[in-house]
């Protein structure tokens, strides 16, 4: 029985890991140094797969906590508290928990051995913040240096007002920690990292994780698809060719196209059949989508999906907003938010093929 080589939708590791190798040195020359991380990448384009694979090589104490799933600030401290009881053990805790300005509530879980850790709501929660953070700085030795990995660190806006001063305030003072601050809300990030106003101004190094690059991708492609076909090179290029090197949705139709060649489902136009495959499987969430913008932001996609037109060019304009560039520049920058479209190395672009796919295919049934 064969296994399905590609992978897609959670975090990626070996071997379903591909590339990477300039970033992983950036991402580790980082955390050696005394210096913060801050990355930053559209939706799915290996953050957390990149982050995961640089920690797993080293030994150093590690806290990874998914900012989405924190639901205020005494949860933030909590989150963070139960984690470091992963990585220290109770006896050497012990002593520097008594000490917290709020001692929290702490039960281990006997079969599991994990602890649980609640912190009453309080009207001086960044305090409990403070005191977790300050642990994490004194409970480790400065030979072995932990990393602490915020991820989806834009939701800080939502957490906890004025949470992003009072965590600056605390952790610049940490000598020991590197941090990592990784996010997908580009605009969001930059503005909490570059904008001079903004307590985390400058305060990590910024690196923007880009696409993967189309030969590496084509050399792992190829290689998972040699043992269903004798065209696994050509089939590799068009999957590339529709997806652009998007890192999920590369492997999510190379998986699909995998399958269908391992099911025997014909062997001519597999890369249309298995995006056909995709886009059918979204139909209902994409109509659903589509519902939601407005009318300006419709015919912006449309001319994206249909022209392969830069959409901040003159003629983008001209042809579909008879010249008005300030309107597709307020839609570019809606659809930015989201993450419907994106930008990239090569320009601005529907972040999905298959959504894209599903416009053109619905544009064109509509004109029969
Ligand atoms: N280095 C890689 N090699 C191959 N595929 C990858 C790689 N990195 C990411 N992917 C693909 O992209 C998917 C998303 O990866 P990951 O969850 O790490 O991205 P992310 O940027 O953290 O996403 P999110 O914005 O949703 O948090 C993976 O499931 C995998 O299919
Ligand atoms: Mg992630």
Known sequence: MKTNPFKFGTVVEEPYFTNRKKEIQKVASVI????????????????????NKVLNETSRPKIFLDMQLVTNTEDFA?????????IYTFEKLKNYVKNFRIIPGIIINPVTGDVEVTFHPSASSHILLEDVLNLIEKAC??????????????EIYNIGKNLNKYLRSTIQHHKNINYIFSGSQESLMRSIFENKKSPFY?????????????????????SGLRRVTEKHIEISTEILNITRAHPY???????????????????????????????????????????????????????MASSGLAPLSAEFSIKFFTGATSTVYSSIKRLLLPGIVIKTESGYEIDDPFFMKWIIDKREASLD
């Not at 210096?35 to 799915?44: A, E, G, M, W």
């Not at 909590?78 to 992963?86: G, N, S, T």
Request: proline share 3%; charged share 25%; net charge positive.
């Open 141 to 154: 030795s400065s030979k072995n240096r932990p990393i602490v990995v915020l991820d989806e660190f834009q």
């Open 202 to 222: 400058h305060f990590g190094e910024v690196m923007l994780l880009d696409k993967i690059p189309e030969d590496e991708f084509k050399c792992y492609l190829s």
């Open 78 to 86: 909590a989150q963070l508290l139960k984690r470091v009881y992963r």
């Open 249 to 303: 949705y590369t492997q999510q139709l190379a998986y699909t196209v995998w399958e269908l060649l391992n099911c025997n489902s014909g062997r001519t136009n597999i890369v249309g059949n298995a995006v056909k495959e995709v886009v059918k499987h979204h139909d209902m969430d994409y109509e659903r989508l589509w519902l939601t913008f407005n009318r300006t932001d419709m015919k912006t996609l449309i001319g």
């Open 32 to 51: 050696r140094s005394r210096n913060h991380l801050v990355l930053i990448s559209p939706r799915r384009f290996g953050k957390t797969s990149l982050i």
